[in-house]
């Protein structure tokens, strides 16, 4: 079996993934052989199977009934379906949790969380690690042979209900953590600048989490907490992860990651992983969801550089939102097509079967409660179809000539609570204003983190970089295109401390000025903004939100002024040489990128009308009319409609909420991937009960 390095997408498994999580276990076996039959009349080829099962597979302390678990993977691989088997982790058994409650989370006001929802443990906790790692290894064993087996599931989206764990334990591991990265406590003290309210410690066993306080908590402390949270997850992880590489080498490992989620640093995660992948579920009732996913996806298909797998998404509607609005015809579809042109080779769903009690009883499924009478079973067998005929674009690759630097502890700082200038500043909103309008101008994006080389881009926009460190500085120095920062960045280093000077700190000589004041702006106050009267969008006038500031020019050019208010006539937005700083948020920066774009010679992946989408994967161009209404564009090159094999030039019409994937260049030559199992009979490996 190959490497799992030679691993692009899922090899084992030819064409694009198809399939959701199966949970048999909330079924009588008689619904099993219906289940398999219809997952081969859809398409389906893989199944995430196991996450939530811990208390079937281990019904006591180390006795293990994997009969059942057996009989299902055995089904699967009979009928062409691979497994992503999960490690079962994702919520200890009732057992553990009565035998060792301190292995449930405490939260930061001191209140030990109840068993009863999912994810209740402590990240920290040395028993629960303890068990989750003997399942891992019972698991690995059974199944290293299984030929259903094409990848391994740790846990389910971690941080998404315990992201943090307050107890006596957490306590004890944050302490170890901190003087592994302090060194002593004279190192912590200088570092969390603890002469401030007088909170200078004398011993490690002083310090405790940062649980509910009478006031505002240490800025440092609660960025070294946020750093060790991520890392107290990642460590649960990595110690499944060990056992499945030491017992399973050649299979893959992913868990699931959730999208822009703040509290998980997904770079470092990320590397932790063979596989990326992800849950999206944007919301059917907002006309401008799919342009927040979609830089979603280009984070998930930029955290390794290579395709990924959309393992999580719904049919229809969801079971969480306070309104659960259900996707209307061809959306799922679309959903779908868009997350391939992204990146994705596959696009899997939560969940198979729709549960019939327990909180997701009303989320949608592939197979509805309505069964195969149903809209939705149409949709599902439509879809099937239609990955089919898209199976070539598996592992291709997609290339960005623009970048978006995001950095997790720059967020973390960045929102901070309760000792900012402003608490209106959220990275997720900055990222999109500058998203947004190359998305809808079809300009494909990378995300990158701060301190990579640059080189291959033409265009790189920081939209904060709020905490900024010297290395970081030198690699956005050493960039030789076109780079804009946005306010609010090169505010303090990695310890939260202000840098000497002031912002924008080690940004200070590439940017040639200096923050003099921050001037955060209240709610439903504007200020005016004009473009200085040369160049692109000459004498334009524009409108900040949120945030300004009072620059120092230095040896920049003044590209914008403020106009009117306290501000008037100060810098607003400069230059020098190719780097743009923007002092504060526009409310549309469409004029100052599209002059950037021109000057940097970006083209666009197609032109598009408003609401068309059009990304360009390899040799393949996808144009996707979000809208619900027709639309219309004209193509700059012939091509095959890889859904409809119909070829394809000049003006083309693309009916609402539907696809349109271009074949641009050659037709490939079919790469069918490694030898796979046959399809037909079942494993060698002994079945049973209880060991």
Same mark, same amino acid.
């Given at each position: 079996m190959? %490497? ?9 498994? @030819?064409?694009?993934l198809? #399939?959701?999580d199966?949970?048999p ?9 219906e289940?398999?039959?219809l997952m081969?009349?859809?398409?389906v080829?893989?199944a ?6 811990w208390?079937?597979l281990?019904?006591? !302390?180390?006795? *293990?009934?994997?009969?059942? $678990?057996?009989?299902v993977?055995d089904?699967? +691989?009979? +009928? #062409?379906v691979?497994?992503d ?7 200890p058994?009732p ?6 409650p ?6 930061a ?5 109840e068993?009863?929802s ?11 690690r ?5 399942l ?8 290293? &042979?299984?030929?259903?087996l094409a990848?391994? +599931?740790?846990?389910?989206e971690?941080?998404?209900h315990t992201?943090e764990?307050?107890?006596e334990?957490s306590?004890?591991?944050f ?7 302090h060194?002593?406590?004279d190192g912590?003290n200088?570092?969390? #600048? ?8 004398? /011993?490690f066993?002083?310090v405790?989490?940062v649980?509910?306080?009478?006031? @505002?908590?240490n800025?440092?402390?609660?960025l070294d907490?946020?750093?060790?949270s ?5 460590e ?6 060990e056992?499945l590489?030491? $017992?399973?080498?050649?299979?893959p ?18 590397q932790?992983e063979?596989?990326?992948s992800?849950?999206?579920? !944007?919301?059917p009732?907002?006309?401008?969801s ?12 930029? $955290? ?10 719904a ?5 969480w ?6 996707k ?12 391939? /042109? ?5 696009a899997m769903f939560f969940q ?9 009883k009303?989320?949608s ?8 009478a149903?809209r939705?079973?149409?949709e ?5 179809a239609?990955l ?19 950095? =997790?502890?720059?967020?973390w ?15 997720r909103?900055?990222?999109?204003? =500058?998203y947004?309008?190359l +998305?809808?101008?079809?300009v494909a994006?990378?995300?990158?983190? !701060?301190?990579r ?8 926009i920081?939209?904060?970089? *709020?905490?900024?460190?010297?290395d970081?500085?030198? /690699? ?7 780079l804009?920062v ?7 280093g ?7 000077g002031?912002?924008? #700190? ?7 000025l200096?923050?003099?004041e ?7 106050r504007t ?5 200085a009267?040369a ?6 006038p524009?409108?900040?939100?949120? =945030? ?5 020019v230095?040896?920049a ?5 403020y ?5 008037d006539?100060?810098a ?10 923007l ?9 100052v990128?599209? &002059?950037i774009?021109?000057? /940097?010679?970006? %083209?666009?992946a ?6 068309v989408?059009?990304t360009?994967?390899?040799?393949y161009?996808?144009l ?15 091509g095959?409609?890889?859904?409809t ?7 083309i019409?693309?009916?609402g909420?539907?696809?349109v994937?271009?074949?641009t260049g ?11 199992e046959?399809v037909?009979g079942?494993?060698?490996t002994?079945?049973?009960?209880e060991r």
């Open positions: 190959s %490497r799992v390095e030679d691993y692009v997408g899922l090899t084992k498994v @030819p064409g694009l198809f #399939g959701g199966y949970n276990e909330q079924w009588p076996e008689h619904v099993w052989e289940d398999v039959r081969a009349e859809a398409g080829n893989m995430t199977v196991a996450v939530f099962s208390s079937r281990e019904p006591r !302390p180390e006795v *293990y009934d994997f009969g059942w $678990l057996d009989r993977l089904l699967l +691989h009979a +009928h #062409g691979a497994a088997l999960a490690t079962a982790t994702a919520t058994p057992w553990l949790v009565r035998e060792h301190e292995v449930l989370p405490v939260d006001a001191g209140t030990r969380l068993f009863g999912r994810q209740g443990y402590c990240p920290s906790s040395p028993v629960f303890a068990a989750a790692v003997r891992a290894r019972a698991m690995a064993e059974r199944y290293a &042979g299984h030929p259903a990848m391994w +599931h740790i846990g389910n971690y941080a998404d992201a764990c307050f107890c334990e306590a004890r591991h302490r170890r953590w901190l003087q592994e990265r060194g002593s406590i912590l200088a570092a969390w #600048g603890t002469s401030c309210w007088g909170q200078h410690y004398t /011993a066993d002083q405790n989490p649980r509910k306080a009478p006031g @505002p908590i800025p440092a402390q609660l907490w946020r750093r060790f991520s890392d107290a997850l990642l649960c992880f990595e110690g499944e992860r056992v590489r030491e $017992l399973t080498p050649g299979v490992v992913t868990t699931n990651f959730m999208g822009l989620l703040r509290d998980l640093d997904y770079w470092k995660w990320a932790a063979d596989v990326v992800d849950d999206a579920y !944007p919301d009732a907002d006309p401008a799919h342009v927040e996913i979609a830089l979603s996806y280009d984070l998930m298909r930029s $955290l390794k550089r290579r395709p990924w797998i959309l393992l999580e998404q049919p229809g509607a969801v079971s939102r306070g309104v659960n609005v259900p209307p015809p061809g959306m799922m579809r679309l959903h779908s097509i868009q997350a391939l /042109a992204h990146g994705a080779d596959g198979w079967r729709q549960a019939k009690y327990g909180p997701e009303f989320h499924a592939l197979l509805p409660h309505g069964g195969t149903s939705g079973w149409r599902t067998l439509r879809l099937g239609d089919r005929a898209l199976a070539e674009i598996a592992g291709s690759e997609s290339e960005a000539e623009v970048a978006l630097v995001l950095g =997790w502890e720059s967020w700082g960045l929102e901070a609570p309760e000792s900012m200038p402003s608490d209106r500043l959220e990275l909103r900055l990222l999109l204003d =500058w947004a309008p +998305h809808a101008r079809g994006v990378d995300l990158v983190p !701060p301190g080389d640059l080189s291959g881009y033409r265009v790189v920081v939209p904060n970089l *709020y905490l900024c460190d010297e970081q500085a030198g /690699a956005l120095a050493a960039f030789g295109g076109h804009v946005g306010p609010f960045s090169g505010v303090v990695p310890d939260e401390q202000v840098h000497d002031g912002p924008p #700190g080690p940004l200070r000589e590439l940017l040639g200096a923050v003099d921050f001037w955060p702006l209240p709610d439903g200020q005016a903004v004009r473009l009267p160049g692109p969008g000459t004498g334009r524009l409108t900040a939100r949120t =945030w300004a500031e009072w620059l120092r230095e040896g050019e003044v590209l914008a002024r106009e009117g208010g306290d501000l006539g100060q607003a937005i400069t230059r020098r040489g190719n780097a743009r700083y002092g504060c948020l526009l409310d549309d920066v469409s004029p990128l599209d &002059g774009l021109t000057e /940097a010679g970006v %083209r666009p197609a032109d598009v009308p408003e609401g989408e059009a360009r994967r390899g040799p161009l996808f996707l009319n979000h809208a619900a209404t027709p639309a219309a564009l004209t193509l700059r090159e012939p095959t409609d890889l859904l094999g119909r070829d394809l030039s000049g003006r019409g693309i009916p909420r539907d696809a994937v271009l074949r050659p037709n490939p030559a079919p790469n069918p991937g490694p030898e796979t046959p037909t079942t494993r060698t002994p079945t049973g009960g």
